[in-house]
């Protein structure tokens, strides 16, 4: 049986090799963290390389992402299907070893990877869905949620501002089955961490409620196997595991400094670190008994049928429960579900009322949490604000078998958070803020896109109709640029009806997230036929239109400036005026209907149009082109009251029309 450290080079010599095969890459961290890696995927890691999305796996991420060799030799290894050749790829167009770990595009790898202090945001995530959903279903005997998560950090991951605002949220609710291991080398880009990072982090750790484990040397079996031991008998708090390791551990020339973590070794240097080594073998060949003493396939299976014959058992003694856990991991909607929610929409249109967006939308949750006990709200301390409690909603401090989590003052790390638990499955995530504030989370907001992962944003406060909070609290140019990323879904609806097929379609995606920008202020409800209520699932249609359906001018609005647009449009048509109004939800589920659809909403024909939102113009060019005006703000907002904001800076009707006239009469 070969030893630890044979193991563990195994995984040295492929990481090295990978980064010099492709002239690009980190070969540090993983050369460093082999041993650690070694003892718990072979000692202590739950999974089943044969199923990859076993359902109570243990869930590993590498936040230090740019260490990817480490996971990619690490699945390999034990046996999960990614070959030789995609190693002999690494970094390459097309391969499934990219650059950093991306979810969905390698199997094994949980979660993306990469911006750091994220990968630790996501992990906190599923250690908070694996424990609201055991307090949800497991009973006495019948653990059918019991699994853990360990999370592999470097100092760039503890430098981070998120890791202050996740792991501080993860002492205070008690996460423990979440066990980091930070690779404590002193070494980051830069050279020695020593001259802008001595934090005395196990105290830091230990302030935040924190089991920690310091000084334990990251090279030796036998310590790394006696810490995790003891983090894995606390259970009442997350373990830190601070390891002291060498980067480029095996390099005679360049581990323990900067010039082994983003760089190839260079092809001598490689000789040189095979030879300490002791590793004969030629570059991507490992011995069949390496292999064999890696492969966790038999292992993993049985652990996977241990866990279905628990799960047979339990689906026999609670059938109901285990009929909903089934659909809840399985992301399958309630049976009732369209009745539900075309009912409740229907009676909106047919009983209008004048209320704001964040009210209309906490009415539309009131009805969706008592069918989708999957949602799993939360709010950055502005829940009185956001309105995203409901009368069943019961906070997970208080109750872990809750639906509710009070983040604290935490955007960035809350998005993060709420990305992994929409990863972990069982729930369905949705999280709030004001608009402006999302500006904390962007990059958050970004890897749910990139990830394509369920997880619905709600930003209230959606302009300068914020009023007297100002210009630091007043969005402008923050609704253009969320739309502008891939992938998203942003719906800014103009009234209850809208925010109700809003969050249905967004509920019903698969695909993506979703963020809903609601009001503060009262909107007007509008007047829609059936057939112009399904069509705002298509994301922008025709709201007025002229008697004719041949418009000489098109108005185009969304949120609260569609009631502007409206009244707008009453008083052109009084003037004998062809005009029509489109209100367009969301402009990348317009974007993405069928040419015809877009066209007979807006007839390539039709030149002259007005588009009207109060944020930034530059978005709205690709509607109204060179011919077309804009009634949109530039700089921003100011203090006062939200009437006289609207009408200093031109969101009046009088404006549109005069607008409307001057382009007519060209």
Known sequence: MPSHKELANAIRVLSMDAVQKANSGHPGAPMGMADI???????????????????????????????????????????????????????????????????????GVETTTGPLGQGLANAIGFAIAEKILSS???RPNYNIVDHNTYVFVGDGCMMEGISHEVCSLAGTLRLGKLIVFYDDNGISIDGHTEYW??????????????????????????????????????????????????????????????????????ENEVMLTRKYLNWKHPQFVIPQEIYDAWNSRIRGQNLEIEWKETLNSYSKKYPELAAEFQRRIHEILPDNWNNITKTFIKNLQENPE???????????????????????????????????????????????????????????????????????????????????????????IRMAALMKIRHIMIYTHDSIGVGEDGPTHQPI?????????????????????????????????????????????NLVQQNRTSDQIKNVERGGYILKDCLTKKPDLILIATGSEVELAVAAYNKLSDDGCKVRVVSIPSTNVFDRQIESYRESVLPSKIKIRIAIEAGKTDFWFRYVDTNGKIIGINSF????????????????????ISTAKSLLSK
């Open 354 to 444: 004048n209320i704001a967006g964040r009210k209309s939308s906490q009415n539309t949750i009131e009805i969706l949490g008592n069918i989708l006990p999957e949602l799993l709200g939360g709010s950055a301390d502005l829940t009185p604000s956001n309105l995203t409690m409901w009368s069943g909603s019961n906070p997970i401090n208080k109750n872990f078998d809750g639906n509710y989590i009070h983040y604290g003052v935490r955007e960035f790390g809350m998005t993060a958070i709420a990305n992994g638990i929409a990863i972990h499955g069982g729930f369905l995530p949705y999280t709030a803020t004001f608009l402006m504030f999302s500006e904390y989370a962007h990059n958050a």
């Open 136 to 138: 949800q279903f497991n």
């Open 197 to 266: 990072f001595t934090d005395n982090t196990a105290k830091r750790f230990e302030a935040y409620n924190w089991h920690v484990i310091k000084k334990i040397d990251g090279h030796d079996a036998t310590e790394i196997i006696k810490a995790i031991e003891q983090a894995k008998i606390i259970n009442n708090q997350p373990s830190l595991l601070i390891f002291k390791t060498i980067i480029g551990y095996g390099s005679p020339n360049k581990g323990g400094t900067h010039n082994s973590h983003g760089a190839p070794l260079g």
């Open 637 to 656: 907002g100011m203090s006062g009251t939200t009437d006289k904001l609207f009408n200093f800076f031109g969101f009046t009707v009088d404006n549109i």
């Open 477 to 521: 140019e923050q609704i253009s640029n969320l739309r502008t990323i891939p992938n998203m879904n942003l719906w800014r609806p103009c009234d209850q009806v809208e925010c109700a097929i809003a969050w249905k379609c967004s509920v019903e995606r698969k695909d993506g997230p979703s963020i809903l920008v609601l009001s503060r202020q």
């Open 37 to 107: 890696a070694e003892v718990l995927w072979r000692k202590y890691l739950k999974h089943n390389p044969n199923n990859p999305f076993w359902f109570n796996r243990d869930r590993f991420v590498l936040s230090n992402g740019h260490g990817s060799m480490l996971i990619y030799s690490l699945l390999h290894l034990t046996g999960y299907d990614l070959s030789i050749n995609e190693l002999k790829n690494f970094r390459q167009l097309h391969s499934k070893t990219p650059g950093h770990p991306e979810y969905r595009h390698t199997i």
